[in-house]
């Protein structure tokens, strides 16, 4: 059964920092790219970012580019999501997917 599984979410600043992590299991890990996304308060989905199965390749959004960083390790099942210069507008549940399957997510609010 595939699970993957969002932690580190949490109430922060603007300007402050979160590291998201979602661990994998009931595949090869390994074998395939996986993606971030988010969901603001009353809002649609949002692809945020995505990385290549081997670590290699990475994509943002224009919304997180060179604020969010993107990386796996596939020794660990667990890809992450670096947060930095946040803002409220960065508010969602965020969630990892990967073969039509996703985790339940993980809050993220920036406010003062």
């Known amino acids: 059964e595939v699970q993957l599984v969002e932690s580190g979410g949490g109430l922060v600043q603007p300007g402050g920092s979160l590291r998201l992590s979602c661990a994998a299991s009931g595949f090869t890990f390994s074998s395939y790219d996986m993606i971030w996304v988010r969901q603001a308060p009353g809002k649609g989905l949002e692809w945020v970012s995505a990385?290549?199965?081997?670590?290699?390749?990475?994509y943002y959004a224009d919304s997180v580019k060179g604020r969010f960083t993107i990386s796996r390790d596939n020794a660990k099942n667990t890809v992450y999501l670096q947060m930095n210069s946040l803002k409220p507008e960065d508010t969602a549940v965020y969630y990892c997917a990967a073969i039509g399957h996703w985790g339940q997510g993980t809050l993220v609010t920036v406010s003062s």
């Open positions: 990385i290549g199965s081997g670590g290699g390749t990475t």
